[in-house]
Structure formats: structure tokens, C-alpha cells
């Protein structure tokens, strides 16, 4: 599939403003949350941390879209390690805090799906997971 069918397949489920704006604010904490919990995998693979390994695999997945989704990911993960490094200075354990938001912000999409009345685009297709992050800053990168 292409970015845009990807995109349009994703919209269906997410017609409702209300939902939209739910998935605007959950989908990046989402993200955020899930890249920092995949860089606190305390296990090394010699230099590379374990979930490096599985965000360098969303970013190969990524590529597959064209060079632009690549590089909107990219900033996204930058802005990720310079929130997560400036909390990490504050909150400790990092970890802890990254659960409870990444619990909050799923029950923020079930009840935004409650609204729209229909199922999360992901229990199709997990690679769903993966496009909400593109299609949150669609309108901003992807006119």
C-alpha cells in the first residue's frame, strides 16, 4: 500500500472530531511512551540497546513509504530521546511513568473509538500501529 492508502484506510475509523483530536493528543504519547520503554530493555547487543534494534526495524518498515515518512519518524524519534533525556533527569524511575502514560493515552483511543463507534484501525492490521504516528502530523508534513 501506498502512504495516502494507508492513510485513507486509517482515516475510516477516525471521522469523528472528537476522536481526532482524542488520537492527536493519545497517538503521540503513545509513541512516546513506547519508545521509551523500548530504550529502558536493559539488554545490549554490544553497542546497540535491544530496542534501538526494533526502532531502526519501524524505521526500515517506514522506508518502504518513501523517504519523507522517514524522515518525519526521524524527527519524531529526536524529539523522543530530548523528552526522554530531560525527564530522566527529573523523574525516576523512567520507567514507571512510561507505563501510566502509555495506559492513560490507550484508554484516551478506546474511548475515542467508543465515540467514532468503531473498532481501532489496528485489530485489522497491526501495521496500523505504526501509520497513527505518520497520520497525527499528515496535515503538518503530507498536504
Keep these: 500500500m501506498t502512504l495516502q492508502e494507508w492513510f485513507a484506510e486509517y482515516g475510516e475509523s477516525h471521522q469523528?472530531?472528537?476522536?481526532k483530536?482524542?488520537?492527536?493528543i493519545c497517538v503521540p504519547l503513545i509513541f512516546?511512551?513506547?519508545?521509551?520503554l523500548l530504550l529502558q530493555i536493559p539488554v545490549q547487543m554490544?553497542?546497540?540497546k535491544l530496542g534501538e534494534?526494533?526502532?531502526a526495524i519501524a524505521l526500515g518498515w517506514y522506508s518502504t513509504l518513501g523517504m519523507k515518512p522517514v524522515m518525519v519518524m526521524l524527527g519524531q524519534l529526536v524529539l523522543c530521546y530530548v523528552l526522554l533525556y530531560l525527564l530522566g533527569m527529573v523523574i525516576q524511575p523512567l520507567w514507571v511513568a512510561l507505563v501510566i502514560v502509555f495506559v492513560l493515552a490507550w484508554i484516551g483511543q478506546f474511548y475515542g473509538h467508543r465515540i467514532?463507534?468503531?473498532k481501532p484501525s489496528f485489530l485489522k492490521d497491526l501495521q496500523f500501529l505504526l501509520i497513527g504516528p505518520l497520520w497525527v502530523v499528515k496535515d503538518l508534513f503530507f498536504k
Design 116 to 118: 467514532e463507534g468503531k
Design 53 to 55: 534494534i526494533f526502532i
Design 32 to 36: 512516546f511512551s513506547v519508545v521509551g
Design 21 to 24: 483530536l482524542i488520537h492527536k
Design 16 to 19: 469523528n472530531s472528537k476522536n
Design 46 to 48: 554490544g553497542p546497540i
